[in-house]
C-alpha cells in the first residue's frame, strides 16, 4: 500500500505527464477494446447450440463450375441419400431463406424468413421460449400454414404477447397459426452461398419437399446443416461424404462429377471477414504498442532526471527490487486509471464503429461488451503496465550510485546506453507506423480502383424498390402480371417519371437463378453446358438503367406471343464467337428461345468479372410466379419525390402490397463497397493515428535529448558550430532510427505481401508508389518532430553554457 501511494503522489506531481499518459492509454485501450469486442461477437463467441462443434454446413462442390462457384448449396434428393449413406451424419436438416409480407394494422411488412425442414431444429437442438417446435406433420401439404417466430419478432411487431401461441398471424395474406416462440440467442447460420437474405429471418415456417419431382443434376437451392455423430471427426464424415457422391454421380444420365464438403458452422458466415476483422485488430493494436512504447521513453526520461535521489536511496540501503516495485508502481497506477477509462470509451467507441460497418457485418446483433471483452480489457490493462513501466523501472535500479552523484553536479549528456535504448524505441515505432501505413495505402489503393471499375450501368437520377406481392392475391402467374403491367402503366403517366422498369433482380446484388445454356444441336453432357444467370425485366429495363444495347432491341407488348430473350455480350462471345446472335435460338430448361438483342455486360460484384446474364421479359410463364421484383425508376425530380410516386402509384393498384429496400442507385454502388470502404477506414484511421503518436514520441525524446545536451550544444556554439549546422545534426540523429525503422517496416510489410493478398484488388503487396509516399510521409513528419526541437537548440546562447561549464 506504501508502493501505490508513492506512486500517486509522484504522479500529482507531474499533472501535464501523468494526464498525457493516461489520456493516451484510454484511448488506446479504448479502440482495442471496441475492435476485440466486434472479433469476440463475429469470431470467437462459440453458436448458442449444445455441442456447436459438431455442427457443420454440408455444401456440395461441383467441379464443372467450380472456377466460378467453389461451393454451392444442396439438391435436396442428394441430402436425403446422404441420411442413410452416411453412418457419420447423426441428424441433418434443410433450409431454404426467403422473404414474406406480414400483414397486420399499418402498412404491410416485408420480412426475411427461413422455410425449414423439422429435422433442421433438432439438428441443432433448440427448445423454444414458448409453444413448440415445427413437426413432421406440420411439413404435409395443406397443413403446412404455421409459423414459429423469432424472438425479435415477437417482442417488436407483436408487442410479446405471452398468449401468442396458437393464435394466426397473416403472411402474404394468407393465416398461419404460431405455434411457438423462438429464444433470443437462436441464430440460424445459413449456409446457402447465393442466400439473399439480408438478417436472420423473423420467422421459420414448415419445408415441405416434393422429392417425387426434383432432379438429381440441379436444383442447388437448399442450405444444409449436419450434426457429427460423437466421436466422429470432419475427416471420416466428409470421406464418407464423398464415397456417397460418387455414389450419386453413377447414377446421373451425365455422370457429372459430384463432391462434398463440410464446413464448420460458425464458420459459414464469417469466412469472408476473418482476415478483415484480425487484420483491424492487429492495426489497432499496434497502434497502442506505439502509445506503450511513447510512455517508455517518456519513464525512462523521468527516470534519468530521477537519478541523484535513486543514488541517494540506494546508498541507504533501498534494495534493486523495492526501487523496480515502486517505479512500476507508477506504471500500474497509469495503467489503471486508462484502462478504466478506456473501458467507458469503449462502450462509445464501438457504437460508433457498428455505425459505420456494412449491414453484412455477420453476427453484428451478437456484438457486446461482454464478460470475454471486461476480461481481455483488464488483461490489455496489465499488459501496457508491463510493456511500458518494467523496462524503464529495471533499468533505473541499474543505475550505479556513485556514478549518478558524480554526475549530479555536470552537465548531463545522457549516457550512451540511455540514448541507445531511446533511439531502438524510436526505430520500433516507426516500423510500426510504416506497416500501419502501408496497409493503409495498399487498401486506399485498392478501394479507388474498385469505385472506378466499370459497373456496367451509369448512375444517374435512378431510384429502386422492391415490391412484395401476397401470395393469396397473386398466386397466379396472370395476376401478377396483370399488377405490373399497371403498375408500369400508372407510373409512365406520372410527371417528373421518366422511365420506370422492373427486374427480378439488381446488379451488384451477386449471382442468383444461375442455370445451364446451349444451342441447340449441342450434344455434349449437360454438366459441360455453359451456366448464365437468368433476370426478368420489363423492355424498359435497359433505358431506365442506361445499359446499352449493342445488337438488336429490347422487348415490347407486341412479344407476350413469343418466347424472346435478350442476352448479355458474354453468353454472345460464349455461344457466338464470330457471329450475330440476333435471330438464333437458345436453349433455357428445355425451352428455345430467340434471341431478339445483345445487351452490355453488367457486374454482378464489383472484384469480379461480369457474369453471363439471359435477359427474359417478365411476362414470361417459365418464370412461376413474380411474386417479388425491384421497380427501378429514372425521375427528373429528387429521389424521395419519385419514391412518393411510386407508394401512391401502388397503393392505387393493391394496398396490401409491400415497399422495402428504397434506395438510390448511388446508394447501390456505395452499399457494393461497403466492406472495403470500413475496412479501409479503420486501417487508415488507425495508420494516421500511429503516424502522430509516433511523431510525439520522435519530438519528446529529441527535445529531451536537446535539453540534456543543452550546455554541449552550446560548447560547440561557442567553438564556431553554426545554427544551420546544430540544427541539421539533431535533425541527422533524430532521424537515423526513423529511417531503420521505415526500411524495417517495408520489409514486414512485403514479407507480409501473400497474407493480404485477399485484401486487395487491382493492386500489388509490393506496389512501389505506395512505399514511396510512405517513405515520403513519415520522412516529413519525423523531420518535423525533430526540427522543432532543433530549432530550440540552435538559439541556445553559448555564453550562458561557457559559464556553466
Known amino acids: 500500500m506504501k508502493d501505490v501511494t508513492y506512486a500517486l503522489r509522484r504522479l500529482r506531481q507531474s499533472p501535464i505527464f501523468t494526464t498525457f499518459a493516461a489520456l493516451s492509454l484510454a484511448l488506446g485501450i479504448a479502440a482495442n477494446v471496441a475492435i476485440f469486442s466486434i472479433v469476440n461477437g463475429v469470431l ?39 441420411k442413410s449413406m452416411v453412418p457419420g451424419i447423426e441428424r441433418l436438416g434443410l433450409a431454404q431463406a426467403q422473404h414474406a409480407i406480414l400483414g397486420g394494422a399499418g402498412q404491410p411488412l416485408r420480412i426475411p424468413i427461413a422455410t425449414v425442414t423439422p429435422d433442421l431444429l433438432r439438428t441443432l437442438k433448440v427448445q423454444p421460449l414458448l409453444g413448440r417446435l415445427i413437426e413432421p406433420s406440420d411439413a404435409e401439404n395443406g397443413r403446412d400454414h404455421v409459423v414459429l417466430l423469432s424472438y425479435a419478432l415477437w417482442r417488436g411487431q407483436l408487442g410479446g404477447d405471452p398468449n401468442i401461441v396458437g393464435r394466426d398471424i397473416r403472411l402474404g395474406g394468407i393465416p398461419n397459426r404460431v405455434i411457438g416462440v423462438l429464444r433470443p440467442e437462436f441464430r440460424l447460420q445459413q449456409a446457402d452461398v447465393f442466400s439473399d437474405l439480408e438478417s436472420q ?156 460497418a456494412p449491414a453484412a457485418l455477420p453476427r453484428r446483433d451478437e456484438v457486446a461488451l461482454d464478460l470475454n471483452v471486461l476480461l481481455f480489457a483488464l488483461g490489455l490493462t496489465l499488459a501496457t503496465a508491463l510493456l511500458f513501466g518494467l523496462y524503464p523501472a529495471w533499468r533505473q535500479s541499474r543505475r550505479d550510485p556513485q556514478e549518478a552523484l558524480a554526475a549530479s553536479g555536470r552537465a548531463n549528456t545522457g549516457s550512451r546506453s540511455g540514448t541507445r535504448s531511446r533511439s531502438i524505441l524510436i526505430a520500433i515505432e516507426a516500423g510500426l507506423s510504416t506497416v500501419l501505413l502501408a496497409l493503409g495505402g495498399l487498401l486506399l489503393d485498392s478501394f479507388v480502383h474498385l469505385t472506378h471499375t466499370e459497373a456496367g450501368f451509369e448512375v444517374g437520377n435512378q431510384v429502386s424498390a422492391k415490391l412484395s406481392l401476397p401470395g393469396a392475391n397473386y398466386s397466379k402467374n396472370a395476376a401478377s402480371i396483370a399488377f405490373y403491367d399497371k403498375l408500369l402503366d400508372e407510373l409512365s403517366s406520372r410527371p417528373g417519371i421518366r422511365i420506370a422498369a422492373i427486374t427480378s433482380h439488381l446488379p451488384l446484388n451477386g449471382e442468383t437463378w ?191 535529448v536537446v535539453s540534456a545536451r543543452r550546455n554541449e550544444i552550446g560548447v560547440r556554439m561557442a567553438l564556431g558550430a553554426t545554427p544551420a549546422g546544430v540544427v541539421a545534426m539533431v535533425v541527422r540523429q533524430g532521424m537515423l532510427p526513423v529511417w531503420w525503422g521505415l526500411a524495417a517496416g517495408i520489409a514486414a510489410t512485403l514479407a507480409c505481401g501473400p497474407l493480404i493478398r485477399n485484401l486487395l484488388y487491382q493492386v500489388q503487396s509490393s506496389d512501389p508508389l505506395t512505399y514511396v509516399a510512405v517513405t515520403l510521409a513519415l520522412s516529413a513528419v519525423g523531420a518535423l518532430a525533430c526540427w522543432i526541437p532543433a530549432r530550440r537548440a540552435a538559439s541556445i546562447d553559448p555564453m550562458q553554457a561557457l559559464r556553466y561549464e
Not at 51 to 62: C, I, K, Q, T, Y
Not at 201 to 219: I, K, N, Q, V, Y
Not at 515 to 524: F, H, M, S, W
Open 44 to 82: 470467437l463467441k462459440p453458436l448458442a447450440f449444445p455441442e456447436p462443434d459438431r455442427l457443420f454446413a454440408a455444401v456440395e462442390v461441383v467441379p464443372k463450375v467450380a472456377q466460378l462457384y467453389p461451393i454451392l448449396p444442396v439438391n435436396p434428393l442428394h441430402a436425403e441419400k446422404w
Open 201 to 356: 429471418p423473423m420467422l421459420l415456417t414448415p419445408l415441405t419437399l416434393r422429392l417425387s419431382g426434383e432432379s438429381l443434376e440441379g436444383d442447388f437451392n437448399y442450405s444444409a446443416i449436419v450434426r457429427l455423430r460423437p466421436g466422429v471427426s470432419r475427416e471420416r464424415a466428409l470421406a464418407m461424404l464423398n464415397t456417397a457422391q460418387a455414389s450419386i454421380t453413377k447414377s446421373l444420365p451425365d455422370k457429372m462429377e459430384l463432391r462434398a464438403d463440410l464446413i464448420p458452422l460458425n464458420e459459414i458466415s464469417v469466412r469472408n471477414s476473418r482476415l478483415s476483422l484480425w487484420l483491424v485488430l492487429g492495426a489497432v493494436g499496434a497502434v497502442l504498442l506505439i502509445v506503450c512504447l511513447n510512455l517508455a521513453t517518456l519513464m525512462l526520461a523521468r527516470g534519468t532526471l530521477r537519478n541523484r535521489e535513486v543514488a541517494v536511496r540506494t546508498a541507504l540501503g533501498a534494495s534493486r527490487f523495492r526501487l523496480i516495485r515502486e517505479a512500476f508502481m507508477e506504471a500500474m497506477a497509469l495503467s489503471a486509471v486508462g484502462g478504466a477509462l478506456g473501458i467507458a470509451l469503449a462502450k462509445a467507441g464501438l457504437r460508433a464503429i457498428l455505425a459505420a
Open 514 to 704: 444461375i442455370d445451364l445454356i446451349t444451342r441447340p444441336g449441342d450434344t455434349r453432357p449437360l454438366f459441360q453446358h455453359p451456366t448464365t444467370n437468368v433476370r426478368f425485366i420489363s423492355g424498359s429495363y435497359f433505358e431506365a438503367m442506361h445499359i446499352p444495347i449493342l445488337e438488336g432491341r429490347t422487348f415490347t407488348p407486341a412479344d407476350k406471343a413469343s418466347p424472346v430473350i435478350v442476352i448479355s455480350n458474354s453468353v454472345a462471345k460464349l455461344l457466338w464467337p464470330r457471329e450475330n446472335p440476333v435471330g438464333e435460338t437458345i436453349l433455357l430448361e428445355d425451352q428455345r428461345l430467340r434471341v431478339i438483342g445483345v445487351a452490355g455486360d453488367t457486374r454482378a460484384d464489383l472484384e469480379k468479372s461480369a457474369p453471363s446474364v439471359v435477359y427474359a421479359p417478365y411476362w414470361y410463364t417459365a418464370a412461376g410466379s413474380s411474386f417479388n421484383m425491384t421497380v427501378v425508376l429514372s425521375a427528373s425530380v429528387p429521389p424521395g419525390d419519385a419514391v412518393s410516386m411510386l407508394r401512391r402509384s401502388v397503393a392505387k393498384i393493391d394496398s396490401g402490397i409491400a415497399i422495402s429496400n428504397v434506395q438510390t442507385f448511388g446508394e447501390v454502388l456505395s452499399d457494393a463497397v461497403a466492406e472495403r470502404r470500413f475496412r479501409m477506414q479503420l486501417v487508415g484511421a488507425f495508420a494516421v493515428a500511429a503516424l502522430l503518436v509516433a511523431a510525439l514520441g520522435i519530438f519528446g525524446v529529441i527535445a529531451g
